[in-house]
Every structure is written in structure tokens, then in C-alpha cells.
């Protein structure tokens, strides 16, 4: 047979990944969801058993990022969080530091934290990234965490306070987006490694959220935190020359460090929102066709097939976008209209939406615990808020098509 210049046939290792993820959903993450969104704590004996497992390992996730067609990744994420969103989360905050490693770091730097970073099945290690600022969300620029070089000691002293970092404190290793000058808002930025023990660094509060409650989420307080030279991720060199350009009102190129962390996971981003919206659909389906009223299922009145129609459609419509951003990322093709902010903005409202047709489809039952779309809701509305909010989504996209600056 000749080559097909276009497919969306999964591989047979991607099949069999795609398989072995959702069963391990099925039979471990999600009879456990409603445990742990319950306790809002990081579910630790999950967390081991996917490490045993070879799920929460280094292995997996370079093999999935490192799949030629991009679309190993996106795979694994709508599989887990189809299992459950919070303990989804707890298992992949580490990749969200991993990916800012892989996005700023030097070679050396890489193969040094990234593994470290993960740890092993008999000692596991967490890593947060901590960008978010009291006053410097969606506004990254207004971050006031300095990091100050002490050229003395070839030491940097990183001070401020992070907040909504997930796995912030409880992490052994912490990557902090800092300024280093100040007068040149995101262009002024950097990323720190913090190792495990540092001095200085220091949990605030935690906070009781709404959804995703199974995964941790705290302030991080850096008070005189001392690194080493090597641990400004891509190295002073790098950074006084970006600086440097910045200055002289030269492009600085996609360096700006949160950024280029977002920009390689909005698309993974985006299958867990893909995730949750499917775990909602297939309850809510399951149930319209059990549920009678008026003397036959539910499911047979137009106005709950129809909503269940949409719900597919809109969550098959959200799959087809991360996977075209997470295949053109992986090909090297730049998102020249934004394609990645598409494709979370979009799974991000769809999880919402289905979840909440989810709800209104079980009636009562759905807006009780007892039944696990009530949660799903919660979880998928993070969606809108996290890695970019839908307004700062849309503003992207704007800009991208436009090629005008949209405030
Ligand atoms: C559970 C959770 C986990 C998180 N995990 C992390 C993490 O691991 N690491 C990390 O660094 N951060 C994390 N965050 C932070 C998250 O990325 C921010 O909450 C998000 O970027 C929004 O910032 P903000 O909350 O300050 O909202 P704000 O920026 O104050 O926004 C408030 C509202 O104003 C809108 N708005 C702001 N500016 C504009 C504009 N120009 N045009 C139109 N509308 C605008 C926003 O869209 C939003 O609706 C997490 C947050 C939560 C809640």
C-alpha cells in the first residue's frame, strides 16, 4: 500500500500504551477519586503504584514526549484524567517542571535534573513550577521575585513569594521563574533549579480549592534562597546576552521562560480537559439509557439525545485540535495562529460544559457525591484558569491571526 499523506490510525505501540494507561485508570485511579478529592491531600499510595507500575517514572514520559508523531503524550494525559483530575494532577505536576527544564535548560542541565526530578520506583521525588505571583498572574511581566547575582561567589539569591504552585513546598525540587532585571518585565526573566534542602525555601499556605483536590497546591516562599551558578537553567552566558539584546531593544527570540514552558504543554494541557469531558459523556450516557421517566429511558426524548450528541462532538472536535498542535509541535512547525492556546482554550470550555450537561443529565443524582460527575465539574473548571486563562487564550489568538497588538 502506498503512504498515506495524512492519517489519524494510531500506531500499534501507541494502541497498546493508550490500552495499558486505561486500564491502570479504570482499576487503580479511579476507584480511588472520590477518596481523595475527599481528603485533599496528595494521594501518595497512587502515586507508588504508578511508579511501580513504570507510569510515574522518567522513562515513560521521555518515551511518550520523544514519540515521532507528538501524539504519545496527549494519549497518556486524556487517559489518566479520564480516570480521575486531581490524582491525574498529582501524577503530572512533575512534568509541568520537567518541561520548563527541557524548555530552558542547557543539555548537561537536563540530563542532571530532569531524572533527578522523577527519582525512582523505591525513592520518589515531586518537582513544581513556580511562576504565579499574588500580583502577577495572567500579568507575568508584574512578577517581583528577584534573583540577584553575587558575582563573588558565582551565586544567585532568589527572594519573593510564588503562590497556585502545584506540588509547591511538598516538591523535592522547584523551578522558579525570577526577575533579574526588572525593567525589562517578561524579557527580564529567568528560571532557577531549586535542589532538594536548599535553604531559605519554604512552604506558605495551602489552599482548599474547588476541584482537583487530590493535587496539592501552596505558596512557596523564598527568603535568601542561595543556588550555585548552575542552577540558572540555560546558563549565564545565555542570559546576559538575551539581557543584553533586550536592552538594545534586539528580539530576544521565544526565551521568555514561562512562556516557553506553556507553549510545549498546552497541548497535554488540553487531552486532560479532553479527559474529564469523556469521563462525564460516558456516565451521562450510560445513565440516560437506564434512567426511565415517563415510562422509557430518558435517553429516548430528543432533548437529552441531542445534548448528548453535541456533548461528543464538541469533546471529539476538542481531540482533533490538541492532537494537530501536539503532531505540528513535535514536527518543529511553528503555531502561526496560535494552534496551541486553540486547542486548550477549547478542550478547557468543553470539559466545562460537558460536565455540567453531565450533571443535568443525571438530575438530582448529579448534583450529589454519590455520583461522580458533581466532581468531574469541579475538576474540568480549572480548565478555564490554569496554563492561560480562556481570556488570555483568546488574546493570543487574537494577536497571532491579527498580527495586532489586542489588550
Ligand atoms: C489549582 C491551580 C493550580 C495552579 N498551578 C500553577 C503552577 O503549578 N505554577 C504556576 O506558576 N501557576 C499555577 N497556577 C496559577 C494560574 O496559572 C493562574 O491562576 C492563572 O494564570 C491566572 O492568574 P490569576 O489567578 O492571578 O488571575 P488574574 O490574572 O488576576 O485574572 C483574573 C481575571 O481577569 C482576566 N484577565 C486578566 N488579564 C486580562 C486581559 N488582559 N484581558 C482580558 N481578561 C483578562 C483573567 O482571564 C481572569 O478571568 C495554578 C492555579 C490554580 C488555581
Not at 472520590?34 to 499510595?45: I, K, L, N, V
Not at 550555585?228 to 538575551?242: F, S, V
Not at 470550555?349 to 450533571?359: F, P
Request: proline share 3%.
Amino acid at each position: 500500500m502506498a503512504d498515506l499523506a495524512f492519517s489519524l490510525d494510531l500506531s500499534d505501540d501507541q494502541r497498546e500504551m493508550q490500552k495499558w494507561l486505561h486500564e491502570f485508570a479504570a482499576d487503580v485511579i479511579r476507584p480511588a477519586a472520590h477518596e481523595w478529592d475527599e481528603r485533599e491531600e496528595t494521594p501518595w499510595p497512587i502515586i507508588q503504584e504508578a511508579a511501580k507500575a513504570g507510569i510515574y517514572s522518567l522513562d515513560f514520559m521521555a518515551s511518550q514526549w520523544f514519540d515521532e508523531s507528538g501524539l504519545g503524550m496527549v494519549i497518556a494525559q486524556e487517559e489518566l484524567f479520564w480516570g480521575d483530575a486531581g490524582i491525574g494532577l498529582a501524577l503530572m505536576g512533575t512534568g509541568l517542571a520537567a518541561a520548563a527544564v527541557s524548555a530552558n535548560g542547557t543539555n548537561e542541565q537536563i540530563g542532571e535534573f530532569v531524572p533527578a526530578m522523577y527519582g525512582t520506583e523505591d525513592d520518589i521525588k515531586l518537582g513544581a513550577f513556580c511562576s504565579s505571583e499574588p500580583d502577577a498572574g495572567s500579568d507575568v511581566g508584574a512578577m517581583k521575585t528577584r534573583a540577584v547575582y553575587d558575582e563573588a561567589k558565582d551565586e544567585w539569591v532568589l527572594n519573593g513569594t510564588k503562590t497556585w504552585a502545584t506540588n509547591g513546598g511538598i516538591a523535592d525540587w522547584h523551578v522558579i521563574v525570577a526577575s533579574v532585571d526588572p525593567t525589562l518585565a517578561t524579557r527580564g526573566q529567568a528560571s532557577f533549579v531549586v535542589p532538594p534542602g536548599t535553604k531559605g525555601l519554604s512552604q506558605g499556605q495551602k489552599f482548599k480549592k474547588h476541584g482537583i483536590r487530590a493535587s496539592h497546591t501552596a505558596e512557596v516562599v523564598l527568603d535568601d534562597v542561595r543556588l550555585a551558578g548552575n542552577y540558572l537553567l540555560g546558563g549565564k552566558e545565555k542570559l546576559d546576552d538575551r539581557l543584553n539584546r533586550a536592552r538594545e531593544g534586539l528580539k530576544t527570540g521565544r526565551s521568555q521562560p514561562s512562556m516557553a514552558t506553556f507553549e510545549r504543554t498546552r497541548p497535554t494541557v488540553g487531552a486532560q480537559a479532553v479527559g474529564i469531558a469523556r469521563a462525564a459523556y460516558e456516565v451521562a450516557l450510560d445513565y440516560a439509557k437506564v434512567r426511565e421517566q415517563f415510562g422509557r429511558p430518558i435517553i429516548e426524548n430528543q432533548g437529552i439525545a441531542f445534548k448528548l450528541a453535541d456533548m461528543k462532538t464538541r469533546i471529539d472536535a476538542s481531540r482533533l485540535l490538541v492532537w494537530r498542535a501536539a503532531w505540528m509541535a513535535r514536527q518543529g512547525k511553528d503555531f502561526t495562529a496560535a494552534e496551541g492556546s486553540q486547542c486548550k482554550l477549547f478542550a478547557g470550555e468543553t470539559a466545562v460544559w460537558v460536565t455540567e450537561q453531565a450533571i443535568q443529565i443525571l438530575g438530582g443524582n448529579g448534583y450529589t457525591r454519590e455520583y461522580p460527575v458533581e466532581r468531574m465539574h469541579r475538576d474540568a473548571k480549572i480548565y478555564t484558569i490554569f496554563e492561560g486563562t480562556s481570556e488570555i487564550q483568546r488574546l493570543v489568538i487574537a494577536r497571532a491571526i491579527s498580527g495586532t497588538y489586542i489588550r
